[in-house]
């Protein structure tokens, strides 16, 4: 990319896997154009998303409906993403999935 002359190598991915599978590396494209250090709430959806349907379950399931609360700005920082099982099975399964 290159701007007032200025050229400057974009990361491969807005999140960039650490030796803890659980911890991502927020880089410059996860950044929001309405905070200086905050990230987008769209690709903080889709790290949320990657990890629900990555969450071992009893029944193979195909997310269906995904709803994202963000109560602060998420700043442009390593992330530990958590998930956890609340209702188990064979027709309706609800996992939870939490950024810190």
């Not at 007032?4 to 990361?11: D, H």
């Not at 990657?50 to 071992?56: D, F, G, N, Q, W």
């Amino acid at each position: 990319m290159e701007h007032a002359g200025v050229t400057t190598e974009l990361p491969p991915a807005p999140y960039l896997p650490t030796p803890d599978p659980a911890i991502f590396t927020s880089t410059a494209l996860s950044a929001s154009g309405w905070y200086a250090d905050g990230q987008h709430g769209g690709v903080v959806s889709a790290l949320l998303a990657r990890a629900v349907e990555r969450t071992p379950t009893l029944a193979q399931m195909e997310l269906a409906r995904i709803t994202v609360e963000l109560f602060r700005v998420i700043p442009v920082a390593p992330l530990r993403v958590s998930t956890e099982v609340l209702r188990e099975g064979k027709k309706i399964q609800v996992v939870r999935a939490t950024l810190s």
